[in-house]
């Protein structure tokens, strides 16, 4: 806790580090898990095939993917980067495949029947719908990022996993401590934030 207190402006600029990289793979991993979702919530099977796919990914230990990724891209923020990704998709996807579901088969019916295309079906009732449902996912997923990119202190990329595997490198349990509380607070942070987002969508 002394570490905390004594070095402040240490601490915020690994905590803004941690929270870009978290947000830069957040915003990677659902440039990706939207569409793929959108397209398996009408396939069933193949939706199946996917998500198992992704749960395998998802059950890899982080430190044995991560050695793999040092392997292939070598030190720095790109094997951290992916990681957050990979993982980030199973309860994403999931998650999209899930909310679209949920939407009444009537409110398509409708939306066919003022002649909307089905890209327009889509962006117009769908995803506003299911988009509650879908911000929990992100929720859920954001979290567990901020938690699995400490790792990045271990490969080079910085953030609060920096001081905590420095900390063990020292044997100094106060910069533990401190990259610790700063990683937890974040998470929480986060998590506020994207509960508020939540209820807001559902009350309107």
Do not use: K, W
């Amino acid at each position: 806790m002394s570490y905390l207190l004594a070095h402040p402006l240490r601490i915020a600029a690994l905590t803004g580090a941690h929270l870009a990289l978290v947000a830069a793979a957040l915003a990677c991993a659902l440039a990706i898990a939207l569409p793929l979702g959108l397209l398996l919530a009408r396939r069933e099977r193949a939706s199946r095939a996917v998500l198992a796919l992704l749960g395998a990914i998802y059950t890899i230990p982080s430190l044995a993917l991560l050695a793999l990724l040092v392997e292939a891209l070598g030190l720095g923020p790109a094997p951290i980067f992916v990681a957050l990704v990979a993982y980030a998709q199973f309860v994403l996807v999931r998650n999209v495949i899930t909310a679209i579901r949920t939407v009444d088969p009537a409110q398509r019916d409708a939306a066919r029947g003022m002649g909307m295309s089905p890209l327009q079906q889509i962006a117009r009732i769908e995803v506003p719908l299911a988009m509650p449902i879908m911000l929990g996912g992100v929720r859920i997923a954001a979290v567990a990022m901020v938690a699995l990119a400490t790792l990045g202190g271990y490969v080079g990329a910085g953030g609060l996993g920096s001081l905590i595997f420095m900390g063990f490198t020292l044997h100094h349990a106060d910069e533990i401590i401190a990259g610790s509380i700063a990683v937890c607070s974040l998470a929480i942070a986060i998590d506020v934030v994207l509960r508020l987002a939540e209820r807001t969508v559902r009350a309107n």
